[in-house]
């Protein structure tokens, strides 16, 4: 049976220039699981932090050369040990003025000579804990973005090696048809058929599931751009497509956006291409894209077509989920899944809203709730 792996200590940064306080400070934290680490400068003290993670820093305030309020300054400024907590240690007289000082220079906790050790041990083992259970999250958080991507990669295989044997399975069933097409009855005819339609409809699943990994991948590459040129291009090939179509199309003049263009432009088509579907019986047929909002901007495809049941709105952007018949409708139940995959790697969100007969309307954001605009 394999032991399970130790966790690494905590480890704690004690600052005096007095060899005899820092031997103190020691013994005194003495009893708790931790790695002690020693400097007697703030010179030091600032080497120590950018090159080992602590849990918490006791600073002396009155050292020669530079004291713990400009260390602790300096340790704010810098991107690498800003966040490390700075508990100050001293033997000045507790003043408002003092107090004042420290909490501004980046400390949040002063202890004042002579020192309660119970009270002492109490606080450190405070910031121990709370660092131990800060490794564990990203660990965690490491560990779970390490098996997405092994399953991502995993089903791109798949669904990649997948496409070899549809191909074989299609042909030879459009030479049966028509090299021996004749000698066969219509029963034999309509189930090679059916084995056909069944594997361009795999094919196209499999498709749909390497785009939905395609996207998963990769940076996303923000860049300020005019989506009307995107939009109109997909508009295009869709009335190309189907030219005996009539829809009335609602683009605004500009629609300024900041994201990945490629990406961006693989969630529109899925949002526009599924508008065209299902406003396939409505004649008018209506769709139109824009955008509303100021401090929050919401992008929008909206359409006049069959709508759906909101109570299942909240199954729209999980794959494979479809809420109208085959029959009726086409589609792999992937296209949303794409549009969510994209939008959530932008920082944004989307959700839909509809209702049966009344058309349905998709709106999504491209940056989190708590950033501004560029």
């Given at each position: ?126 910031f121990l804990e709370l660092a131990a259970s800060r490794r564990r999250l990203l660990d965690e958080i490491a560990a779970h973005e390490k098996t997405v991507s092994e399953l991502e990669a995993f089903s791109y295989s798949v669904s990649h090696d997948l496409r070899a044997p549809l191909r074989p399975i299609d042909g030879f069933c459009a030479v049966l048809l028509e090299d021996h097409g ?129 109570a299942f709105a909240g199954r729209l952007f999980q794959p494979f989920q479809r809420l109208h018949r085959v029959q009726d409708f086409e589609g792999t139940g992937i296209g949303l899944a794409i549009v969510n995959r994209v939008i959530v790697r932008h920082g944004g969100r989307i959700w839909a809203e509809s209702s049966l007969g009344n058309g349905a309307r998709f709106s999504f954001t ?9």
């Amino acid at each position: 049976m394999t032991a399970e792996r130790e966790a690494p200590k905590e480890a704690i940064l004690i600052v005096d220039d007095v060899e005899a306080n820092l031997i103190a400070l020691e013994a005194q934290l003495g009893t708790l699981n931790c790695e002690i680490v020693r400097a007697r400068s703030g010179n030091e003290a600032l080497r120590l932090l950018l090159k080992q993670d602590f849990a918490v820093i006791l600073l002396d305030v009155q050292m020669p050369e530079m004291d713990g309020y400009e260390v602790a300054r300096l340790a704010r400024e810098n991107q690498a040990t800003r966040e490390v907590p700075i508990v100050f240690v001293t033997a000045m007289h507790e003043s408002e003025e003092s107090v004042l000082h420290g909490y501004g220079s980046g400390a949040i906790d002063f202890l004042f000579k002579p020192i309660n050790p119970r009270i002492l041990r109490g606080k450190v083992q405070v910031f121990l804990e709370l660092a131990a259970s800060r490794r564990r999250l990203l660990d965690e958080i490491a560990a779970h973005e390490k098996t997405v991507s092994e399953l991502e990669a995993f089903s791109y295989s798949v669904s990649h090696d997948l496409r070899a044997p549809l191909r074989p399975i299609d042909g030879f069933c459009a030479v049966l048809l028509e090299d021996h097409g004749a000698v066969l009855d219509d029963k034999a005819r309509n189930y090679l058929e059916r084995v056909r339609a069944a594997a361009r409809r795999m094919g196209t699943l499999i498709d749909d599931l390497l785009a939905l990994s395609k996207v998963s991948h990769g940076a996303v590459l923000r860049r300020p751009f005019d989506l009307v040129p995107v939009l109109n291009a997909i508009v295009s090939q869709l009335r190309e497509a189907e030219p005996e179509r009539l829809v009335d199309i609602v683009i605004p003049p500009t629609l300024e956006v900041r994201a990945d263009r490629r990406l961006l432009e693989i969630a529109l088509e899925n949002l526009i291409r599924n508008a065209w579907k299902f406003t396939r019986d409505r004649s008018p047929a209506r769709i139109e894209i824009g955008a509303v909002g100021e401090s929050e901007v919401a992008y929008f495809v909206q359409d006049n077509g069959v709508g759906f049941d909101p109570a299942f709105a909240g199954r729209l952007f999980q794959p494979f989920q479809r809420l109208h018949r085959v029959q009726d409708f086409e589609g792999t139940g992937i296209g949303l899944a794409i549009v969510n995959r994209v939008i959530v790697r932008h920082g944004g969100r989307i959700w839909a809203e509809s209702s049966l007969g009344n058309g349905a309307r998709f709106s999504f954001t491209l940056e989190p709730r708590s950033s501004p605009r560029s």
